[in-house]
């Protein structure tokens, strides 16, 4: 079972920048693709960014050339840069990682972006 611990959300004012971890309890080597979702209120869950082993990065439409995803096999760790922000940025942010289909979620960080 593989845990994922998300850190790094909190208040930033627009136009400011957060960086976003997320750690594994165990190797995410074996894992084809890592990414980043978000959840604003009373909206469904978004794909933000996603890393994949093979074909690279996937940004959503609304984050591109703001945000960036990178991910670090020896620290087990996933990063989300975040620059620029807006207000719609706004959102509870959970760490995926995708194990051959079966998907592992962290509890979520919570970002709030003041206009």
């Known amino acids: 079972q593989v845990q994922l611990v998300e850190s790094g959300g909190g208040l930033v004012q627009a136009g400011g920048s957060l960086r976003l971890s997320c750690v594994a309890s165990?190797?995410?080597?074996?894992?084809?693709?890592m990414g980043w979702y978000r959840q604003a209120p009373g909206k469904q869950r978004e794909l933000v960014a996603r890393?994949?082993?093979?074909?690279?990065?996937k940004y959503a439409d609304s984050v591109k050339g703001r945000f960036t995803i990178s991910r670090d096999n020896a620290k087990n760790t996933v990063i989300l840069q975040m620059n620029s922000l807006k207000f719609d940025d706004t959102a509870v942010y959970y760490c995926?990682?995708?194990?051959?289909?079966?998907?592992?979620w962290g509890q979520g960080t919570q970002v709030t972006v003041s206009s």
């Open positions: 995926n990682a995708d194990d051959a289909g079966y998907d592992y």
């Open positions: 165990g190797s995410i080597f074996r894992f084809n693709a």
């Open positions: 890393i994949h082993r093979f074909a690279g990065t």
